[in-house]
């Protein structure tokens, strides 16, 4: 004896959601049968919605529901610097803090040589275009603090500075999380913190 | 600076789902964004195609794309047998044990006083008409073990024993699991388990 076929259609298709195991996913189609019909429609239709209207922003690349993106299309931002960042979700985050006027670059990954993924199929050919094209003082990395996020950084970093002197280019700083323990932070983070640190005033 | 409307919109229902917190919610958008749309449409299509087809079993209550599911429709299952049950995951539970061969009855629920669920809302009628209008000798009461299984297996064995005396009621055991340190059961089950001690053969 099995579920029926809708129902098992339905588990295995939330089986393959990120972090949604066997159980969990039986959990969700269960709630799903459970609540409304009316629910169920509009989950459904929020699915098929969000691919129809959310395209790339023309210049930056970020999901949006414009050819250009509200923060692209803003003209109270200032056009002269790009913060390249690995997915839209860390444009909302940097956006959160209120301390960045500036555009935005998304690059859809990171270069991870041991997935296979080279800087070919980073959203990169458009960030060049973007500095031919435009006036830029300043280009700041935002990608994760990971080997591959430093190497994507490094990479962008040397392009740009053969084709274009000028450009400055900053990444954010390294150093010990406000509040953390110098005992029980990394080596790694620890001795970068030591080494750039900074005058008090 | 927020997501687009359809974003926002399926991470709101995302979130809804058992056991999805905001930052998971957040993380299936995403991963329907970069998904493609064939995926999307599946996913919607299955939702409310689940909806559409499933509907409860005429006689035991338990899902089923058919009026009378496929379990109480069969004829070499042993009809004067009954398992009751909290959910239709039960049901599959039991039934990969492949040691039953009777008929289930799915309450949907349990009788839980302080969520307001009373006897009233939980598949109890069509029980209760079933004893009436079958012949039925053994109802295996398989809820599970928490105050509100036992309360509610309690009340059902009563109204059975009321009016009708002659059918046999009968409880899952409980006792220690199999492979477990009588150190570290708890005093409840391990009273239980003492008391229900059976004869060595």
Redesign the interface.
């Known amino acids: ?7 098992k ?2 588990i295995k ?1 939330f089986s ?4 949604i195991g066997p159980k ?1 996913a ?8 459970n609540n409304s ?1 009316e ?16 395209k790339n922003c023309k210049i930056c690349g970020n ?3 414009t050819d250009v993106c ?2 692209c299309s803003n003209p109270n931002r200032d056009k002269s610097k790009i913060c390249i960042v690995e ?3 860390e ?2 985050t940097i ?1 959160r803090l209120n301390i960045y006027n500036g555009l935005y670059h998304v690059l859809f990954g990171v270069i991870s040589p041991l997935d296979g993924i080279g800087p070919e199929k980073l959203n990169l050919k458009s960030l060049f275009n973007r500095l031919s094209e435009s006036e830029i003082s300043e280009i700041i990395i935002a990608t994760n603090p990971t080997p591959e996020g430093d190497t994507t950084g490094t990479y962008i970093s040397k392009k740009i500075k053969n084709s274009n002197s000028e450009i400055k280019i900053t990444r954010l700083a390294y150093g010990i999380p406000v509040g953390a323990n110098l005992d029980y932070t990394d080596i790694v983070t620890l001795t970068k913190s030591f080494l750039n640190r900074n005058p008090l005033e």
Do not use: N, W
Request: charged content about 25%; aromatic content about 12%.
């Open positions: 004896m099995e579920y029926p076929e809708s129902i259609d339905l298709t393959k959601l990120p972090g969990s039986e959990k969700l189609a269960f709630f799903i049968l019909s629910f169920a429609e509009t989950f459904a239709k929020q699915l098929t919605t969000v691919k129809i209207k959310i999901y949006s529901e509200p923060i997915t839209p979700k444009v909302l956006e």
